[in-house]
Every structure is written in C-alpha cells, then in structure tokens.
C-alpha cells in the first residue's frame, strides 16, 4: 500500500505540490515579453472583443477545465474541507492532463452553500472552456450541478455522478450481452443513494433499463415515497412502499451496485442473484465485496469492484478525461445524456474488440478477451482516448450542440497524434513487470532510497527484493523510515552459508588475474560481490546495485563476475528519457569511455534491441559534431565507419549518421538541409560518440527539460544487472527494476513466469 511518508514526500517533491503554470510560447527578450502582453496582447483582445469564438485561437481558453470542489465529499475522507481536499484535486489535475491532454486549474471554494457555489463559476464562465465539479457532498452538489448544467453555455460534467456510471454503464451492456439478457427485463438493485449510486441509477435508467425495475437502498433502507426528507433526486428512484429489505430485494435481481460501505455485500446476498448476474462494489478504499470473495461464491457471477488491479476495477479515468476531451474539441454547450450515452457505448464496444498487443503487453503478455473478466477495456489501452472523445464529439454534433463540428475520421487521427501512443510506456513497463516480479537482488540494504524502493516493489508486485547486510542492521534502518519489510529478504553475506562456495567460485574465475583465495573469501562477504555472485550461481534473477558507491566501483564486479553476454564484446548503458508524445533512447552514458568504430556500431546494435524490448521501433541517429561529413576529422571519420558496420551487421534498422542533434531531432530541418537522410521519422534512439558527451547531454537533458528518466540500464550483460547512478530517486530504483525487468524477459534472462531462476552450469 501506498505509506504516508512516501506519499508526504512525493507531495512536498523539489517544488511544493503537484501542478505549476508553464508558458507554451517563448518569452524570454524584450520583444517577446511586449508580444505576450502589451502591446502585443491588444490585437488578439479585440479580434475576440469582435468574435468571442476566437478565444479558442488566441487563448488557452478551449483547452482549460476548472476543477471545482469544496471538500464535503473526498472519496475515503469524506467532509475534510477545501484546503485539506487541494491534493486530490491536484491530482486530478495532472492525471487529467496526462491521460487527454487537458490543462486545468484546480478550484477549492469556501462554502457548502450550493447557491454560492453555482454563483462563483458562474462569474468564471468566461476564463474555462469546461467545468468538472467534483467531492461535493449531496444532495448539493447533485443541484449545483443541474443549475450549472443549465445556466453556463459550456460543459459542466460531475465527476462523481457521471464518470464511474459511465464505466459501470458500459460494462452493463457488455455483461447482459454475455447473459443473454434484454436491458428492459433487468431488475437491478442500487445499494448507496449518493452521488455514485444515484449517477449510476440515472444513467441505467437512459440506457434503458425501467425506473421502476430500480430499486433504491441507502443507510435507512429501501429509499420509498412515503419517507420525510427525500431530496428532488433520490425521490426519483423511489419504490412505492412497502418495500422489502435490501436481502429479500436482491433475491432475483439481475444487478447488484453498490456506492456504500465496505462489506456491505455479503455472500448470501450474491448466491440469491438471479443466473449470471453482474455485482458491481464502488465503495472506496474497500469495495462492499472482493472481487475473488464474490467469484468464490458463484462462477456464473460477475464482478466489478473499485480494485483497479482486478478484472473489471471501475475508475472515472475512463471516462471523465474523454467525456471533456470529445466535449471541448467541438465547442459543446453542454454535455448531454446523449453524450454520456455514446460515451457508455463507446467504452463498451472497445471492451468487444480484439485486445491490442500494446495492452497485452502491458501485463506481460497475458491475453485478453471479450468475457466475464473483461467487460471493460484496461486504463493502458490507448484507444480509448480517441473512441470515446470521438464518439461524444459525434453525439454532440449530432444534436446540434457543437459550434465547432469535426469529421470523426480526421479528428481521430488528431486524438491519437496529440499524446502519442507510447504515453503510457512506463505505466505499461510496470504492468509488464508484475508479471514477471523477479527475485531481485539489492547488495546496499541499509540505504535510504533502496529500502523504499523495495516497499514499493513489493506493494506494486515488481519483484521479491532480497536485501543484504546485517539483519539488525536493515531492520533498524527500515523501522527507522517507517517501513515494514513483509515480502523481502535479508540475507547477510557475513553468515549465509553459500559464502564459502561462492568464493570458490569467485577464485575459479579470477584465480590467474591477481586474486587469492583469502582475497576470493574476502571479496565473497562484500555486498556488491555477494550479489552480484548471487546473479551468476542463479540464486537471484535480477541485480541492482551502486545506490551509495561510485559508478566505477560498483560495475567492477559485474565486469569481474557476470562480464557480457555471449557474442558480445563491450558492454554499454542506455537510459530512457520519457515523456508524453515520446521516447528517447541515449546511449552509452555511463561506461565506454572512447569506443572505437566497432564499438559504437555494437551500441547501438544493443540500444536497437532494448528499444524494441520495451515496444519502440528504433530509429538511430549516430552523432557527431558535423553533419554528413561536413567535417574530415577522425572522430568524424570513426561515426561514419560506425554506420557502416551496423548497416552490414543489421540492414534492417533504420540509422543515419553522422549528425548533429537538431537535425536528427527536428524534421522540418532535416528535410530542408538533408533531404537524402534516411531517418525517416525523428530519431527515437541517440548514439553519443564517447562517454564524455553522452553524460554531460544526458545531464542537461534531465535537468533542464520535464521529463522521466529511467537508467542507466546496462546492455550485453551475460545476467541482467544494473547500476545506479549517485542521487538517484526512489521512483527511479523501482522504474530501473521495472524496464530491467522488461529488457531481461524479452533477452531471455528470466525463468518462466512460475519457474525458478536458472542456475549456472
């Protein structure tokens, strides 16, 4: 689970909190500055003051949400205020980004009078193209919503009451497709008359099934019109009295949905269902009922609960970012219940397709299919960004509330082009990951950083860390951080028995380069050693190491013990650089001081390999201070030879050299200057002609740009090991794990998933 220092720091980062205002277009001179405001800002105020639609062109306007919330209604929290609800909202914020490219400025309002709330984004209308209201408690903020809805002339969505209806909307029409059921003879019972169950009880209602055969529970009991104090909406569902209780109700029903309390759902409650029913648990953090708990009662049932890492796990990111998307793309005043609809089936129909090899993927290769378990598409799956936004922006056009129509054929090329479909290659690299969650390998047990490292690996199931040094000594360092070590391993290289063997083994190998057998024993009670000698006996599938040595001293023993695979002559290191719209390969960073002609060329044969290991098509630029051979020098001379060989050695891959970055990065240039280049597209992996240039690039590169970095991983390795560099972040030990762990299974390297790790001959 997610601890509370770790979410405190990752909160409190470098710069406080999560989100910050960045300018898109340059403002750094004189003229720049007088562009962005005056003078400059006057010519584009009066062609709005003209046309007030131009305020899509000219201002970041069509593309900015409002994120509104007063805190009465934080899911896991509940009435927690504004100010205690602005990390949530944060988050919102950058994962509304992140998954359709949304920019949005998080609004925490200090009242829970509906009126004033309805009153203050009025008076915004003008600033946002959209408004998402959200964690407002209801009945409020369920009529805050209606009179926004009705008042503003742009989109108003409420998060809450529509976005998991819309998951829990698709995966209906899916399962009684599966059950052989018809929409209109559904009898469903809706547990929770919130904002959640209420959203859901609408929007089932629009797609079909009869409000009559809907039955309401809350905390009282069966919601019914003779019961004082029934707000507007709840009185909508109410069933005509008397109403039996919730377990005389669900016997027979086709749905359960819960929106309540953890536990609510017991076993008899899903063993009285009618044949092949659908169970839908919302309650957030722990749903009504498991999901495994639910499927062990009935094999015919299924399940959704709010577990994303089960089957089925219901999240409004899968709706909420694309309703907004397909919604603002065309200028909708409003989002329909048509709209939600066509979300509904959009999201729906995506779940029947043939599951792409991205997902699959994505979780290790496991397979998927249309059925029981997969009634609605996985978050990583990237087409759900351009068919549900596509499918609202038709709807909304079709109903005449688009003042800026689109052809859906060219609007979903632009969906699938704005975030580029390796978006999610980190969160996919860790799926693929837990699939394989090796036994892993950290010979500095006692660090900071690699003790929380390994909390995470173990919470996220990356791996099974093995930590080694003194037992008091990392169990005092990680009661000291606050950490409980269930699921990782201490051993102490000072008392494990396989010492003795291992420094036999160690003198074996280095016995005629200068080391003794008291030299072996000693070298075999070091940490690094230990591991790495851990990595070659078989006893550990993955190594990482050098959180608090220098680089040099931590990749001897790899060099001495592991050294490079067969066929493989220098081993090399490759970091990836992500960020949403692409992923960059650079290559060597860390190890080959000068490599000659040949050396680069098996570089970048290797980088080659671990960018098609991850999913990416390599595409390799070969730099060089010149361009095309500008420049007759040697060390111009010897990137040029290095094309050559690869050319030779792979005639497939896609290179060119030698070239300077901008144009092996910049197309309109290259097709200006060096139209003969055979790149194609931009370069997706950089070669850098010696070390020097390689770390100092890759320094600036990631201290001055916004992106994710992941590295130095080690290529041509005979066993994967990979080494840290000094400062590295607890997120990037996990995320090194993780892509190592990718790069090895796709090399070979592991056991199979279930297998054990294999032992040296």
């Known amino acids: 689970m997610i601890g509370r220092d770790e979410a405190l720091e990752y909160h409190a980062g470098?710069?406080?909190?999560?989100?910050?205002?960045?300018?898109?277009?340059?403002?750094?001179?004189?003229?720049?500055?007088?562009?962005?405001?005056?003078?400059?800002?006057?010519?584009?105020?009066?062609?709005?003051?003209?046309?007030?639609?131009?305020?899509?062109?000219?201002t970041a306007r069509g593309n900015l949400v409002a994120v509104v919330s007063n805190g009465t209604a934080v899911p896991g929290l509940g009435a927690i205020g504004p100010v205690a609800a602005k990390p949530v909202q944060e988050g919102i914020a950058i994962l509304l980004k992140r998954l359709a490219d949304l920019d949005v400025f998080d609004l925490e309002l200090g009242t829970e009078d509906p009126d004033r709330i309805v009153d203050t984004v009025r008076l915004l209308e003008p600033t946002f193209g959209a408004?998402?209201?959200?964690?407002?408690?209801?009945?409020?903020?369920?009529?805050?919503?209606?009179?926004?809805?009705?008042?503003?002339?742009?989109?108003?969505?409420?998060?809450?009451l529509q976005g998991p209806a819309v998951v829990v909307g698709a995966a209906l029409l899916n399962a009684v497709e599966l059950a052989d059921k018809e929409l209109g003879s559904l009898r469903v019972v809706v547990v929770g008359a919130g904002t959640v169950g209420l959203g859901c009880a609408r929007l089932l209602a629009d797609l079909g099934v009869p409000r009559e055969a809907i039955s309401l529970y809350d905390v009282d009991g069966p919601v019914t019109r003779d019961r004082a104090g029934l707000d507007e909406y709840r009185l909508a569902f109410a069933s005509a009295p008397p109403a039996p209780p919730l377990a005389a109700a669900v016997r027979g029903a086709d749905v359960l949905i819960g929106a309540s309390a953890t536990?609510?759902?017991?076993?008899?409650?899903?063993?009285?269902?009618?044949?092949?029913?659908?169970?839908?648990?919302?309650?957030?953090?722990?749903?009504?009922?498991?999901?495994?708990?639910?499927?062990?009662?009935?094999?015919?049932?299924?399940?959704?609960?709010?577990?994303?890492?089960?089957?089925?796990?219901?999240?409004?990111?899968?709706?909420?970012?694309?309703?907004?998307?397909?919604?603002?793309?065309?200028?909708?005043?409003?989002?329909?219940?048509?709209?939600?609809?066509?979300?509904?089936?959009?999201?729906?129909?995506?779940?029947?397709?043939?599951?792409?090899?991205?997902?699959?993927?994505?979780?290790?290769?496991?397979?998927?299919?249309?059925?029981?378990?997969?009634?609605?598409?996985?978050?990583?799956?990237?087409?759900?960004?351009d068919r549900v936004s596509t499918a609202v922006a038709a709807a909304a056009i079709a109903e005449g509330l688009a003042a800026r129509p689109v052809e859906p054929e060219d609007y979903r090329e632009r969906l699938v082009s704005r975030l580029g479909a390796d978006r999610e290659v980190m969160r996919g690299?860790?799926?693929?990951?837990?699939?394989?969650?090796?036994?892993?390998?950290?010979?500095?047990?006692?660090?900071?950083?690699?003790?929380?490292?390994?909390?995470?690996?173990?919470?996220?199931?990356?791996?099974?860390?093995?930590?080694?040094?003194?037992?008091?000594?990392?169990?005092?360092?990680?009661?000291?951080?606050?950490?409980?070590?269930?699921?990782?391993?201490?051993?102490?290289?000072?008392?494990?028995?396989?010492?003795?063997s291992y420094a036999e083994a160690y003198f074996r190998r280095r016995g005629r380069h200068g080391v003794t057998p008291e030299m072996a024993r000693q070298r075999a009670r070091d940490p690094r050693y230990f591991g790495?000698?851990?990595?070659?006996?078989?006893?550990?599938?993955?190594?990482?190491?050098?959180?608090?040595?220098?680089?040099?001293?931590?990749?001897?023993?790899?060099?001495?013990?592991?050294?490079?695979?067969?066929?493989?002559?220098?081993?090399?290191?490759?970091?990836?650089?992500?960020?949403?719209?692409?992923?960059?390969?650079?290559?060597?960073?860390?190890?080959?001081?000068?490599?000659?002609?040949?050396?680069?060329?098996?570089?970048?044969?290797?980088?080659?390999?671990?960018?098609?290991?991850?999913?990416?098509?390599?595409?390799?630029?070969?730099?060089?201070?010149s361009n095309f051979g500008s420049v007759d020098h040697p060390l111009t001379r010897k990137v040029r030879r290095?094309?050559?060989?690869?050319?030779?050695?792979?005639?497939?891959?896609?290179?060119?050299?030698?070239?300077?970055?901008?144009?092996?990065?910049?197309?309109?240039?290259?097709?200006?200057?060096?139209?003969?280049?055979?790149?194609?597209?931009?370069?997706?992996?950089?070669?850098?002609?010696?070390?020097?240039?390689?770390?100092?690039?890759?320094?600036?590169?990631?201290?001055?740009?916004?992106?994710?970095?992941?590295g130095p991983v080690l290529l041509g390795v005979r066993r994967p090991v990979h080494l840290l560099q000094y400062g590295s972040s607890v997120r990037e030990v996990v995320d090194l794990a993780a892509v190592a762990t990718v790069y090895a299974a796709a090399m070979g390297q592991l056991p199979p998933v279930g297998g054990t790790s294999p032992s040296k001959p």
């Open 642 to 710: 290095a094309v050559d060989l690869v050319r030779q050695r792979e005639p497939g891959l896609v290179i060119d050299g030698e070239m300077q970055p901008l144009p092996a990065l910049d197309g309109e240039m290259r097709q200006r200057y060096f139209p003969f280049s055979e790149l194609g597209g931009d370069a997706n992996v950089l070669i850098f002609p010696d070390l020097q240039s390689g770390n100092l690039a890759m320094h600036l590169m990631t201290t001055l740009g916004e992106r994710v970095v992941v």
């Open 429 to 500: 690299l860790l799926l693929q990951a837990r699939r394989h969650a090796p036994r892993i390998v950290f010979p500095e047990g006692t660090a900071d950083v690699v003790l929380r490292a390994c909390s995470i690996t173990v919470d996220e199931g990356l791996g099974r860390p093995v930590l080694l040094g003194n037992r008091e000594r990392v169990v005092g360092a990680a009661e000291h951080l606050g950490l409980e070590l269930h699921g990782v391993e201490i051993v102490d290289p000072e008392l494990d028995p396989r010492g003795e």
């Open 14 to 58: 470098r710069r406080p909190g999560k989100i910050e205002v960045t300018a898109t277009t340059a403002c750094l001179g004189p003229r720049e500055m007088r562009l962005a405001y005056l003078p400059g800002a006057l010519h584009p105020a009066l062609e709005i003051a003209a046309d007030p639609a131009l305020a899509t062109r000219y």
């Open 131 to 160: 408004i998402d209201l959200r964690d407002v408690r209801a009945p409020e903020g369920i009529a805050a919503y209606e009179r926004l809805r009705a008042e503003l002339a742009i989109p108003v969505l409420h998060d809450d």
């Open 263 to 385: 536990g609510v759902f017991s076993a008899d409650m899903v063993r009285a269902l009618a044949p092949r029913p659908l169970v839908v648990a919302l309650a957030f953090l722990d749903p009504e009922i498991e999901y495994d708990d639910a499927r062990a009662v009935r094999r015919d049932v299924m399940v959704m609960t709010s577990r994303l890492r089960r089957p089925n796990g219901v999240s409004g990111l899968l709706s909420v970012p694309y309703l907004l998307r397909g919604a603002l793309d065309v200028g909708a005043a409003k989002i329909s219940d048509g709209m939600l609809v066509a979300a509904t089936r959009a999201l729906s129909g995506l779940a029947r397709e043939e599951v792409i090899e991205e997902v699959s993927r994505a979780y290790g290769g496991e397979s998927f299919a249309f059925g029981p378990e997969y009634l609605v598409p996985r978050a990583v799956d990237p087409r759900t960004l």
């Open 532 to 625: 790495a000698l851990m990595l070659d006996r078989g006893d550990a599938d993955l190594m990482v190491s050098g959180a608090s040595a220098p680089y040099a001293e931590s990749i001897r023993p790899v060099l001495e013990i592991i050294g490079p695979a067969p066929g493989v002559h220098r081993i090399a290191s490759q970091y990836l650089l992500l960020r949403p719209g692409e992923v960059t390969f650079l290559a060597d960073c860390a190890v080959n001081i000068e490599p000659d002609a040949e050396g680069l060329a098996e570089i970048a044969l290797l980088s080659a390999g671990m960018a098609r290991s991850v999913g990416v098509e390599p595409r390799v630029a070969m730099l060089s201070f």
